[in-house]
Nanobody, 123 residues
Framework: VQLQAFWGGLVQPGCSLRLSCTAS????????VAWFRQAPGKEREFVAA????????DYADAVKGRFTVSRDNAKNTAWLLMNGLKAEDTAVYYC?????????????????WGQGTLVTVSS
């Protein structure tokens, strides 16, 4: 399966962006979808995830209340809506999938990764 993340960009603090993640080669059905990010000089960190049927979501404390993860299995697409962006949200954002059955925060649990999309929050 190939994942592609789209629609990063440069935005001012307080603005919003919605990232998309599409899968090709295999359906999203049955897979947890997660978003991670990696800022320059830092380790990749968990941002948000959504269970295979969309019934369970989980967020890192740093983004809770500002970011929303969603998915549409029929479209093989997941989204990360990011509101109230801050400078510290600047990073390359990656989507990833896992068939582990439960949401985990460790990158090693995820088998397939998109290429990443850069989000820069700056005035």
């Amino acid at each position: 399966v190939q994942l592609q993340a789209f629609w990063g960009g440069l935005v001012q603090p307080g603005c919003s962006l919605r990232l998309s993640c599409t899968a090709s080669g295999r359906t999203f059905i049955g897979y947890t979808v997660a978003w991670f990010r990696q800022a320059p000089g830092k380790e990749r960190e968990f941002v948000a995830a959504i269970s295979s049927n969309g019934g369970v979501t989980d967020y890192a404390d740093a983004v809770k209340g500002r970011f929303t993860v969603s998915r549409d299995n029929a479209k093989n697409t997941a989204w990360l809506l990011m509101n109230g962006l801050k400078a510290e949200d600047t990073a390359v954002y990656y989507c990833a999938t896992s068939d582990f059955g439960i949401i985990t925060h460790g990158p090693a649990s995820y088998d397939y990764w998109g290429q990443g999309t850069l989000v820069t929050v700056s005035s």
